[in-house]
């Protein structure tokens, strides 16, 4: 059987019959299809301005959080890059000697 919504509605369609003739309804419609189709278009621009902005918001406090282990792991690889360009061995040496390392073969390369 019919609820109350149910009824409310059936109502509501039978007053604009009534007031503005079959004629009427399917200008009623494409009206009604025009809005919707307005709202949802102003909700995409709005999610899309939305995410956009948490992402520049994201963006920024990414350059304040921490560096992730994955820029560490890159550093290392660069590092690791450097000492074989410059010839030096690195097996079984630690970031720091490396680093060292390289910081004295750097300086000696630039004094000659």
């Known amino acids: 059987m019919l609820d109350g919504w149910d009824l409310v509605i059936v ?8 007031m503005w003739g079959p004629a009427k309804i399917p200008e009623f419609a494409k009206a009604l299809g025009r809005a919707k189709g307005e709202f949802e ?3 995409k621009e709005f999610t ?3 995410s956009t902005e948490s992402s520049a918001t994201t963006t920024n406090a990414s350059a304040i ?6 820029t560490v792991k890159t550093n290392d690889v ?3 890059e450097a000492a074989q360009k410059l010839g030096i ?5 630690t970031r720091e000697q490396i680093s060292e390392e390289i910081s ?7 004094a000659d």
């Open 11 to 18: 109502g509501i369609i039978a007053i604009v019959i009534i």
């Open 41 to 43: 278009k102003a909700q």
């Open 48 to 50: 899309t301005a939305a």
């Open 65 to 70: 959080a921490p560096k992730p282990a994955s």
């Open 78 to 80: 660069m590092l690791l």
């Open 89 to 93: 061995p690195t097996d079984g040496k």
């Open 104 to 110: 004295v073969k750097v300086k000696l390369l630039g």
